[in-house]
């Protein structure tokens, strides 16, 4: 709140809110789920994570991409991870099989994160395990170490070159910069998408997975403290070591099937938090409200014994109002957070799905549904724009103009809009506006010759040739073999020759 509160796009972080509030709702109800039922919880997770990996498998060979229902390989990796946890504690032979199932599945998801998260929880679960050879805890600890010692060597050569190649480190010296400039209270809750190309780094277009949109951090802790700053980092560390220290001794008082209950559960927590320093699949469900309700099922089972026996029975009036205020709060929720973005998301995709088929007026017409339901959907207005500017119509033009300076003002330098509006420009001719967005575009991103390209053409309609060459020499060291730079450059050596 307080983040959202002294942020300069407040707007962004206003529909986190409801959503955060769910969360602790989740947390405060498993808190309370009683210790019995523990073990028909952990069922019920493994049917649905059979579900969504049988899901996963059935679909593979008319998707793109192995995601399931969770969008995203990495998110469906880590949760299929978290889910294995689960279902190894709870034995059993319909675990086992369930667990097959789940492991056919990591492996089309090319999640390296979720692996390593659950190599690591494998390595404590290991550190904690009894038995008459490994009964002292200094043999599981030199064991331990061995082993992380033998994948560092072999996994050397691997790490070191995509370091040189991958996106996150780039991304990550970046987020460092964002922090340092608003280092307490950051720059807001849902405002990554928005601060982050201020402070992105030109090289990072040089690494083969660049892309025009970085909306993620590529790590919770950064990404947290980028929005909501140290007070943010803060409390989400002092969050997440009291649910551990719980998990800890929750597991070391219990014992039997709950025992392993618990621990799965416990495990399932880790592999959520070590994925998210690597990724974000926390910001977004089902895993964001998935930790809550492991944190509140572990919290709870360390210290609702002696916790909720504290708690007064309050008269029936009180009750009744309590119940009535919980009702209108839910219902807010679910309509901010759920209603209204999943009927925008169904706007949304029905105008990509016209765009798709050369409907551009369906397409602007759903886009604009969209925008009703969330006018702060940056995807969806960049959508709007794109198709606006495809239409023949000079209005749709001055439309497009419109909709890209509405992004800009929301959110500076998001995708291509800033280079899209300098292109606008020229087809408007407007050659003055049109270097002026133009060259900051080439500040984007020095290494993209079209933009350069583009740069040279509007500086030549502008009767700036001598820049123009410039920009062109330019794209000719990037690419020396280039023939739309080579004929603009003769074009123009043959106007100043006649």
């Given at each position: 709140?307080?983040?959202?509160?002294?942020?300069?796009?407040?707007?962004?972080?206003?529909?986190?809110?409801?959503?955060?509030?769910?969360?602790?709702?989740?947390?405060?109800?498993?808190?309370?789920?009683?210790?019995?039922?523990?073990?028909?919880?952990?069922?019920?997770?493994?049917?649905?994570?059979?579900?969504?990996?049988?899901?996963?498998?059935?679909?593979?060979?008319?998707?793109?991409?192995?995601?399931?229902?969770?969008?995203?390989?990495?998110?469906?990796?880590?949760?299929?991870?978290?889910?294995?946890?689960i279902m190894v504690s709870c034995g059993g032979r319909w675990s086992v099989l369930a667990s097959l199932?789940?492991?056919?599945?990591?492996?089309?998801?090319?999640?390296?994160?979720?692996?390593?998260?659950?190599?690591?929880?494998?390595?404590?679960?290991?550190?904690?395990?009894?038995?008459?050879?490994?009964?002292?805890?200094?043999?599981?600890?030199?064991?331990?170490?061995?082993?992380?010692?033998?994948?560092?060597?072999?996994?050397?050569?691997?790490?070191?070159?995509?370091?040189?190649?991958?996106?996150?480190?780039?991304?990550?010296?970046?987020?460092?910069?964002m922090i340092a400039a608003r280092p307490l209270l950051g720059h807001g809750l849902g405002t990554y998408?928005?601060?982050?190309?201020?402070?992105?780094?030109?090289?990072?277009?040089?690494?083969p997975k660049a892309t025009n949109v970085t909306d993620h951090a590529h790590n919770e802790l950064l990404?947290?403290?980028?929005?909501?700053?140290?007070?943010?980092?803060?409390?989400?560390?002092?969050?997440?070591?009291?649910?551990?220290?719980?998990?800890?001794?929750?597991?070391?008082?219990?014992?039997?099937?709950?025992?392993?209950?618990?621990?799965?559960?416990?495990?399932?927590?880790?592999?959520?938090?070590?994925?998210?320093?690597?990724?974000?699949?926390?910001?977004?469900?089902?895993?964001?409200?998935?930790?809550?309700?492991?944190?509140?099922?572990?919290?709870?089972?360390?210290?609702?014994?002696?916790?909720?026996?504290?708690?007064?029975?309050?008269?029936?009036?009180?009750?009744?109002?309590?119940?009535?205020?919980?009702?209108?709060?839910?219902?807010?929720?679910?309509?901010?957070?759920?209603?209204?973005?999943?009927?925008?998301?169904?706007?949304?995709?029905?105008?990509?799905?016209?765009?798709?088929?050369?409907?551009?007026?369906?397409?602007?017409?759903?886009?604009?549904?969209?925008?009703?339901?969330?006018?702060?959907?940056?995807?969806?207005?960049?959508?709007?724009?794109?198709?606006?500017?495809?239409?023949?119509?000079?209005?749709?033009?001055?439309?497009?103009?419109?909709?890209?300076?509405?992004?800009?003002?929301?959110?500076?330098?998001?995708?291509?809009?800033?280079?899209?509006?300098?292109?606008?420009?020229?087809?408007?001719?407007?050659?003055?506006?049109?270097?002026?967005?133009?060259?900051?575009?080439?500040?984007?991103?020095?290494?993209?010759?079209?933009?350069?390209?583009?740069?040279?053409?509007?500086?030549?309609?502008?009767?700036?040739?001598?820049?123009?060459?410039?920009?062109?020499?330019?794209?000719?060291?990037?690419?020396?073999?280039?023939?739309?730079?080579?004929?603009?450059?003769?074009?123009?050596?043959?106007?100043?020759?006649?």
């Open positions: 709140v307080a983040s959202t509160r002294f942020s300069e796009h407040p707007q962004f972080g206003l529909g986190f809110l409801p959503r955060l509030a769910g969360n602790l709702a989740i947390f405060l109800l498993a808190a309370r789920v009683p210790r019995d039922r523990l073990l028909e919880l952990c069922r019920w997770w493994i049917f649905a994570a059979v579900i969504v990996a049988g899901n996963g498998l059935l679909r593979l060979g008319s998707e793109p991409e192995f995601i399931s229902t969770l969008g995203n390989w990495d998110f469906l990796g880590t949760y299929l991870a978290a889910s294995l946890v199932i789940v492991i056919g599945a990591m492996c089309f998801c090319r999640s390296r994160g979720a692996w390593l998260a659950l190599g690591a929880v494998s390595l404590l679960s290991f550190l904690g395990f009894r038995s008459r050879f490994f009964q002292r805890w200094q043999t599981r600890a030199v064991i331990v170490v061995a082993v992380l010692a033998g994948t560092a060597l072999l996994a050397r050569s691997y790490v070191q070159r995509q370091w040189r190649t991958d996106v996150r480190p780039v991304i990550w010296k970046a987020t460092l910069e998408v928005v601060a982050y190309p201020m402070y992105r780094l030109p090289e990072y277009f040089l690494r990404e947290i403290t980028a929005e909501q700053g140290l007070i943010g980092l803060t409390a989400t560390l002092w969050l997440w070591a009291t649910a551990v220290s719980c998990g800890f001794r929750a597991c070391r008082r219990f014992d039997g099937a709950d025992r392993r209950c618990l621990w799965g559960m416990f495990g399932a927590m880790l592999v959520l938090m070590l994925h998210g320093l690597v990724d974000v699949d926390l910001r977004y469900l089902p895993n964001q409200s998935l930790l809550w309700l492991l944190m509140g099922l572990v919290v709870g089972a360390d210290v609702a014994p002696s916790c909720w026996r504290r708690i007064t029975i309050y008269p029936r009036p009180v009750r009744w109002c309590a119940a009535g205020v919980c009702l209108v709060f839910g219902m807010w929720i679910t309509v901010a957070d759920v209603f209204r973005p999943v009927s925008a998301d169904l706007q949304d995709r029905q105008a990509r799905i016209a765009e798709e088929r050369g409907d551009l007026p369906a397409a602007v017409q759903h886009a604009w549904n969209a925008l009703l339901l969330d006018p702060f959907r940056l995807r969806t207005r960049y959508l709007l724009a794109s198709a606006l500017s495809r239409l023949p119509e000079p209005e749709a033009h001055e439309m497009a103009i419109e909709q890209c300076l509405r992004i800009e003002e929301l959110a500076p330098d998001y995708a291509d809009v800033t280079y899209n509006l300098g292109q606008l420009h020229r087809l408007a001719s407007h050659p003055a506006e049109a270097v002026t967005y133009l060259r900051r575009a080439v500040e984007i991103n020095p290494y993209n010759v079209d933009r350069r390209i583009a740069l040279a053409s509007a500086l030549h309609e502008a009767g700036r040739n001598d820049e123009a060459l410039q920009q062109l020499d330019r794209v000719l060291q990037l690419q020396p073999h280039n023939p739309e730079a080579r004929d603009l450059r003769q074009k123009m050596q043959g106007e100043s020759r006649s």
